[in-house]
């Protein structure tokens, strides 16, 4: 039987079958308010013989009327397709990352020639003009020449934050989550010969006090194909207003200033942890229950040498 509903049913004369008369609802309640809404409600049919008979049925409206019913509650809605969950997000590619701060204005955008300012330090020092977050940075390289260029975000936005942060720990392996790696600034170092690119250095970076919780879990990482690696980073000084670290590189490209969650990121990749009790006997109880069996046999021993 195919019992079809005309929108906003209320009445018997809102459902609608074929060959047959619907003489009842039993229902408390059977207005549909909208086009989604369902409602499972006893209808009593009579067809045209004369016969009355009891149906159940769940009835959805919609503009052009809905049809569901039979005897034994009518077909089920099949619905739609199982909703399996949509696949897991990739993070970010520091490809990606690099398309986003191309539409980002950095905070510094500098150039800065090559030049020694510091004669008494093996190899070659540069202080880049008008940084705010990198320093220094000393070419092992004493015949290094040319110049380099400083892009620096020293304050990313929070989709640079996100995807940074995001690609950092998948690549890291420290978690899934943005919570163990929090980015502080990002800067793109450039040199512009290709022979400096490629050049060892220590690069010296700083940030401001007021966004680091604890100085020693900062860390320089820094882009290698299109992944993050954590670099050799040594933290130099801690003042009231600034951190400052410094890090061993083999080449220059993207640097991000994060700060790592080391013991979350130890546990993590497979780190020990604390041993969980696994419901065996608890070695203090033990003690006790045998120092108490050692008095019991003693004190009955005392007790029959006394009778």
Known sequence: MTI?????????????????????IDSDETRFSSADEENTVQLSVEDTSGTSTSTTTTSSSSSSGGSSGGTAGGEEDAGGEEDTGGEETEPPSVAEIRNTLDSVTPDTDTTTEIVDDDPDTPGVSVTPEGTESVRRINFNDESTTGSVRVREFNNPPQEVRSQVSQSVANDLGSSGTTGDVDVVSVADITPTTSEVEDASATVEMSVSLDNVDDPEDVTVVKEVGDSWEQQETELIETTDEEVTVEAQVDEFSLFAVTEVDEEQAQVDDGGDEPQQDDGGPNTTVLIVLIVLAVVAVIGAYTYRQSQ
């Open 4 to 24: 079809e509903v005309n929108e906003g049913a209320f009445d018997t004369g809102d459902y609608t079958t074929s060959g047959a008369v619907i003489t009842d």
